[in-house]
T-cell receptor
């Protein structure tokens, strides 16, 4: 059973370009979470999705960031018109269920560098 | 708003020692608490998960405790090894869906 997969592992973009980060949850997992780790800071929750639904996006910046988890295919975190402050490690996690028995399993992360 | 604090921020000990990492949180209404390990430039590996109703969990040389009333958790590592060197993260499951992380403790085990 493959773990959570993220690609690309490293992404370099110039200011103003778009970044697309992909996450494939573990087999059988229908809940996906995105977290961001800024340099020298802790991980911060961004968004929680189930198939075709955004459940909680309270941690998402109001502009330029969006996320989706379509019926088929991976979850996508999209950052439009990237700025240097978007440089960070973006982690995806998945879980099979919600609630107190919710153990989240993390992917290896995508490290975004904005030049 | 839940806040998670980990002390110390960094710890360096000789190989073979037993050690304790500390995690404190401000809101005792939690679903569970997870301890993770993060190696430089890598993802997170889940070490232990303690449900809200539990007091401790053990896995090999690791033991994690949870005291909700005092807002504290500890991660005990027995007989430390150089391979244990990593950053250890404590995270609280808040609202059954989002993890709130501490800043981590950077652990170095010296051979």
């Amino acid at each position: 059973n493959a773990g959570v997969m993220q690609n690309p592992r490293h992404l370099v973009r110039r200011r103003g370009q778009e970044a697309r980060l992909r996450c494939s949850p573990m087999k059988g997992h229908s809940h996906v979470y995105w977290y961001r780790q800024l340099p020298e800071e802790g991980l911060k929750f961004m968004v929680y999705l189930q198939k075709e639904n955004i459940i909680d996006e309270s941690g998402m910046p109001k502009e330029r960031f969006s996320a989706e988890f379509p019926k088929e295919g991976p979850s996508i975190l999209r950052i439009q018109q990237v700025v240097r402050g978007d440089s960070a490690a973006y982690f995806c996690a998945s879980s099979p269920v919600q609630g107190s028995y919710n153990e989240q399993f993390f992917g290896p992360g995508t490290r975004l560098t904005v030049l | 708003k839940q806040e998670v604090t980990q002390i110390p921020a960094a710890l360096s000990v000789p190989e073979g020692e037993n050690l304790v990492l500390n995690c404190s949180f401000t809101d005792s209404a939690i679903y569970n608490l997870q301890w993770f390990r993060q190696d430089p430039g890598k993802g997170l590996t889940s070490l232990l998960l303690i449900q809200s109703s539990q007091r401790e969990q053990t896995s090999g040389r690791l033991n994690a405790s949870l005291d909700k009333s005092s807002g504290r958790s500890t991660l005990y590592i027995a007989a430390s090894q150089p391979g244990d060197s990593a950053t250890y993260l404590c995270a609280i499951l808040q609202g059954a869906q989002k993890l709130v992380f501490g800043q981590g403790t950077r652990l170095t085990i010296n051979p």
